[in-house]
């Protein structure tokens, strides 16, 4: 309490790590509430085969490339080496580990509830992502199921499945490269709400950073402009795909319409025995700790202009998804939004 800050940062992942390079290029006093016991932020939580879809250099946070990876495509751990070092780097406050309660507004600034006791700033960047907000969807009697479900957040690795049934449901690259392991040592079905887009070969995450920053820069200047389909929901073949696709395993089924004792019954009114179902359905922002505040929406979101909160104009959000910058959950496509963020900061507490 009696050392407020300029900025407080909540999250110590890759997004708060950027800022946290950007803030301290520009002289201003921080710190960096990290949630986790060390560093990594999300990535220590992802599954142990876990590999980008980018080549190391497309996936460097600001200052500083992450070494190259012998194969092309860093896996889990090559990630979490890179952010612990780019953090010892850069000499970045990160107090850890701190679980931020609450965000209350004060006439002087903002007061942080943590379980570290209070800290006070002029301005917050939130940049808690979405890991600790794992989304499920709800399907007709579900609690009555009583094989195993997950989510991809808690997924490790197929030894836990092996000889197991298994549905994989989700359509995105969490669920196709899940799935190409796990049909290596279980009975696997892929389930998708859609037929799953699958992007040619020579595309990866460097090819759809560099759209999504050639959409950023025509939104910029009031333009529209043309580009092959593909997104970042799209899935990359990276090497464990291709192998699942070589293998004839990589098709995908539409959604069950209800849940059994054991298992799920089909459209067509078949049943299936299942033993376990991985939710590979995605995330949603992770803003409790902003509830005091009153900016958070029925969507689950803020409203921004940019990554700055319209009705709280001293708090600014990175990282989240493209309602916070384009490519903006990415490694690489964090540091435009990490940079615009501490330069608007900046500007505001002059």
């Known amino acids: 309490m009696d050392d407020p800050r300029d900025v407080v940062v909540i999250g110590g992942g890759q997004a708060g790590l950027a800022c946290g390079y950007f803030l301290k290029r520009a002289g201003l006093r921080f710190t960096i509430l990290d949630g986790e016991e060390k560093p990594g932020g999300a990535w220590l939580h992802a599954w142990d085969s876990l590999r980008l879809f980018s080549p190391a250099q497309w996936s460097s946070l600001p200052g500083w490339p992450m070494p190259a990876s012998p194969d092309g495509y860093p ?39 943590t ?32 094989g195993r479900q997950i989510h991809s957040a808690q997924y490790r690795s197929p030894a836990d499945f092996s000889g197991k049934r298994v549905l994989v449901v989700g359509g995105g690259n969490s669920g ?3 799935l190409a392991e796990l049909s290596l040592v279980a009975d696997i079905t892929w389930v998708t709400a859609t037929p799953p887009a ?22 910029q200047e009031g333009r529209t402009i043309d580009q092959p389909v593909g997104g970042f929901g799209d899935v990359v073949m990276v090497p464990p795909v291709k192998a699942a696709r070589e293998r004839g395993v990589l098709h995908a089924v539409a959604p069950f319409v209800r849940f059994t004792e054991d298992g799920v ?27 005091p505040l009153g900016v958070v929406g029925e969507d689950g979101r803020v409203a921004t202009s940019d990554t700055r909160s319209i009705d709280e104009p001293g708090l600014w959000l990175v990282g989240y998804g493209d309602w916070t910058g384009a490519a903006s959950a990415t490694l690489i496509g964090v540091m435009r939004n990490a940079r615009s963020t501490v330069a608007e900061i900046g500007e505001a507490l002059a």
């Open 265 to 291: 019954v089909w459209a067509d009114g078949v049943r299936s025995t299942v033993d376990a179902v991985i939710w590979c359905t995605g995330f949603r922002p992770a803003l409790s700790h902003l509830a």
């Open 176 to 178: 196709a490269q899940i």
């Open 75 to 113: 896996d889990r751990d090559a990630v979490i080496d890179y952010l612990a070092r780019y953090e010892a780097r850069y000499d970045l406050a990160v107090e850890r580990p701190v679980e931020v309660t609450g965000v209350e507004r004060r006439t002087e600034g903002f007061s942080v509830a």
């Open 198 to 219: 699958f992007l040619p070969d020579d595309v990866d995450g460097r090819v759809l950073f560099e759209r999504a920053t050639a959409r950023w820069r025509a939104a």
């Open 115 to 146: 379980s570290a006791g209070t800290r006070r700033a002029r301005a917050v960047i939130s940049a808690t992502g979405t890991w600790r907000h794992p989304f499920r969807p709800n399907y007709p009697d579900q609690d009555l199921f009583t």
